[in-house]
């Protein structure tokens, strides 16, 4: 899977959905365009920031660009959810596990722990053929009545 396929994979067809699960390639390409959009429009919004923040309660340029900033985070932080959770049922892992390593890395030191584990449990190839996810999406043809 491709750069633009998996940009387009995750946000149109996948939007919102948190079953299945999700190759490497349509993780690592989508993270890689979500870097891409994020971190120079976070540094264009400080920058109008810096630039036209005169303090006279007016709206400026620079609170347009915030705000803009941060309706395309949370429009794309559900998409960056859920492909996460289909990240970990490629690993055979339960989504459960995503949500609660996440709300443990708010627990002081132990993101140290946790972060690195998410990051490592995207790493890992999926485990090949189906699982009690679904069907592999590098192989979708390949298919075993293992779980029936």
Known sequence: MGFTEAVRTVLK????TFSGRASRSEYWWFVLFYVLALFPTAILAGILAILFSGGLGAASPASFAV??????????LLSVI???VRRFHDRNISGWWYLALVVLSFVPYAALV??????????LPGTEGPNKFGTDP????????VFA
């Open 13 to 16: 067809q996948k939007y919102a």
């Open 67 to 76: 705000v803009a900033w941060l309706l395309f985070t949370l429009a794309i």
């Open 82 to 84: 859920s492909l996460q």
């Open 114 to 123: 946790t972060v690195p584990a998410i990051i490592v449990i995207s790493v």
């Open 138 to 145: 590098l192989r979708p043809e390949r298919s075993a009545e």
